[in-house]
């Protein structure tokens, strides 16, 4: 038996996205018609994987390569935490971003952008105990989407994180505050309540920025927490 | 209730292959497995019936004595194996396909503690889609299929089809199981909200 506890809450209606919006046409082909089943969690649920392994970590992007890469240097920095407000220790963050000029170091990456080739984009950490990470990379360019005509993507990183278990597991995107692409971006509205969004949106933070170096961004994230609802609520 | 703290989701996109990927990672037998060696492909089709060539493919199943690599797993610690995390990933290739290794998981307790029938649960992320998609492979030669809480839940016998893995002819020295996953429309596989 599974104790009621143990499990994880789910997200609040208009936190995450539909899988349909219709704006962001690629959803148009690739969301499921039919509702998602809910099942009950069971060890399948609340295990996951630790990688307790490690393995590397790559948490300065801006010296991947032979020579530093172009661009504004950021920090940026957050806590990775349940949503009880307590830190998750320990746990896998990696993220993956264009470069200065908007472009990616990827086969399908058409835009004409320059490549920087001392910039890969991709960094990899672990939270510490405080569930805190940290990134030294190059602030991404904003670039062009053919979802529609004239489209740009605000500047933004992707993150991807485990958490605890199978049903922590998030996929998001970080954002800057203050871009003007943010209000007209079909991913970003997708996340219907706007509270919710504003949680997607990194905080300029003057106590990270490094003088003469690096300005400082802080991005928390927070992953379903164990379920503290009693029963018959 | 509308403070709810917890991060939205949002698309992979379709650039995540150098941060997510790495060669092997599709193998789940390499640190020496315990159990009986098999394998799991097939493809991903969107709407319209095309491959999706851009999708990244989680799995995560218990080991071969039905444990899972967790410490919230409260089974005995002695069927843990060393040899397998349970975790592992893959990308669709062209023509939407991917491919595991890995061992055929045991039988793990459900949310009610009752057995369930060996499966491997799968994730799948990909340009268009706003969220992780769930779902679970079940192997369609196994008879304790028939007592398995999660695929009684489904009350139509064509979705619950979805998740049946055929056994193929054999050619090689291990099993095949083929499992194809359609994101919408006919065919289409059953997801899970987990």
Redesign the interface.
């Given at each position: 038996m599974i104790r009621p506890a143990a499990r994880y809450a789910k997200p609040v209606a208009g936190t995450d996205p539909a899988l349909l919006h219709a704006p962001y046409r690629g959803t148009l082909k690739r969301a499921p018609l039919r509702p998602a089943l809910r099942i009950e969690q069971g060890l399948s649920e609340i295990t996951g994987p630790g990688f307790s392994s490690g393995g590397p970590v790559a948490t300065d992007l801006t010296r991947a390569g032979t020579a530093e890469a172009l661009g504004q240097r950021i920090v940026v920095t957050g806590r990775l935490l349940d949503g009880g407000g307590r830190p998750i220790p320990h746990s896998l963050v990696e993220v993956w971003q264009c470069n200065a000029a908007g472009r990616y170091l990827h086969d399908k990456d058409r835009h004409d952008a320059p490549v920087d080739p001392n910039f890969t984009g991709v960094g990899r950490a672990f939270t510490d105990q405080d569930g805190q990470y940290r990134f030294l990379t190059i602030k991404p360019g904003a670039y062009p989407w053919n979802n529609s005509p004239n489209g740009w993507r605000p500047a933004h990183i992707h993150f991807s994180l485990f958490g605890p278990a199978w049903a922590t597991r998030l996929i998001t995107q970080m954002y800057f505050p203050g871009d003007p692409l943010l209000a007209l971006d079909p991913i970003f509205h997708s996340v219907s309540d706007e509270a919710a969004r504003r949680r997607l949106v990194s905080t300029y933070d003057p106590q990270l920025s490094q003088p003469e170096f690096a300005l400082g961004y802080r991005f928390d994230i927070v992953l379903r927490g164990r379920d503290s609802t009693p029963f018959g609520t | 209730?509308?403070n709810?703290?917890?991060?939205?989701?949002?698309?992979?996109?379709?650039?995540?292959?150098?941060?997510?990927h790495r060669a092997g990672w599709n193998d789940l037998t390499a640190g020496g497995a315990r159990g009986e060696r098999i394998a799991i492909e097939g493809r991903v089709l969107?709407?319209?019936g095309?491959p999706?060539d851009?999708a990244l493919i989680?799995i995560?199943q218990?080991n071969a004595a039905g444990k899972?690599?967790?410490p919230?797993?409260p089974q005995p610690a002695d069927r843990l194996d060393p040899g397998f995390?349970?975790?592992g990933r893959a990308l669709t290739d062209a023509s939407g396909r991917y491919h595991f290794d890995t061992v055929r998981p045991g039988r793990?307790?459900?949310?009610?503690?009752a057995l369930?029938a060996p499966?491997v649960?799968l994730?799948i992320?990909?340009?268009?889609?706003?969220?992780?998609?769930?779902t679970?492979i079940y192997f369609a030669d196994e008879s304790s299929n028939d007592s398995d809480p999660?695929l009684a839940?489904?009350a139509d016998p064509a979705?619950r089809r979805t998740l049946l893995a055929a056994r193929q002819p054999g050619t090689g020295p291990e099993v095949l199981y083929r499992f194809d996953i359609v994101?919408?429309?006919k065919g289409?596989?059953?997801?899970?909200?987990?």
């Amino acid at each position: 038996m599974i104790r009621p506890a143990a499990r994880y809450a789910k997200p609040v209606a208009g936190t995450d996205p539909a899988l349909l919006h219709a704006p962001y046409r690629g959803t148009l082909k690739r969301a499921p018609l039919r509702p998602a089943l809910r099942i009950e969690q069971g060890l399948s649920e609340i295990t996951g994987p630790g990688f307790s392994s490690g393995g590397p970590v790559a948490t300065d992007l801006t010296r991947a390569g032979t020579a530093e890469a172009l661009g504004q240097r950021i920090v940026v920095t957050g806590r990775l935490l349940d949503g009880g407000g307590r830190p998750i220790p320990h746990s896998l963050v990696e993220v993956w971003q264009c470069n200065a000029a908007g472009r990616y170091l990827h086969d399908k990456d058409r835009h004409d952008a320059p490549v920087d080739p001392n910039f890969t984009g991709v960094g990899r950490a672990f939270t510490d105990q405080d569930g805190q990470y940290r990134f030294l990379t190059i602030k991404p360019g904003a670039y062009p989407w053919n979802n529609s005509p004239n489209g740009w993507r605000p500047a933004h990183i992707h993150f991807s994180l485990f958490g605890p278990a199978w049903a922590t597991r998030l996929i998001t995107q970080m954002y800057f505050p203050g871009d003007p692409l943010l209000a007209l971006d079909p991913i970003f509205h997708s996340v219907s309540d706007e509270a919710a969004r504003r949680r997607l949106v990194s905080t300029y933070d003057p106590q990270l920025s490094q003088p003469e170096f690096a300005l400082g961004y802080r991005f928390d994230i927070v992953l379903r927490g164990r379920d503290s609802t009693p029963f018959g609520t | 209730m509308a403070n709810d703290p917890l991060t939205p989701s949002q698309t992979v996109g379709p650039f995540f292959h150098a941060a997510l990927h790495r060669a092997g990672w599709n193998d789940l037998t390499a640190g020496g497995a315990r159990g009986e060696r098999i394998a799991i492909e097939g493809r991903v089709l969107d709407g319209d019936g095309l491959p999706c060539d851009d999708a990244l493919i989680e799995i995560w199943q218990a080991n071969a004595a039905g444990k899972y690599a967790h410490p919230d797993d409260p089974q005995p610690a002695d069927r843990l194996d060393p040899g397998f995390t349970g975790f592992g990933r893959a990308l669709t290739d062209a023509s939407g396909r991917y491919h595991f290794d890995t061992v055929r998981p045991g039988r793990v307790p459900g949310a009610s503690g009752a057995l369930q029938a060996p499966h491997v649960n799968l994730g799948i992320f990909a340009r268009g889609l706003l969220r992780r998609l769930c779902t679970r492979i079940y192997f369609a030669d196994e008879s304790s299929n028939d007592s398995d809480p999660v695929l009684a839940s489904i009350a139509d016998p064509a979705a619950r089809r979805t998740l049946l893995a055929a056994r193929q002819p054999g050619t090689g020295p291990e099993v095949l199981y083929r499992f194809d996953i359609v994101l919408r429309g006919k065919g289409e596989t059953a997801f899970f909200d987990v």
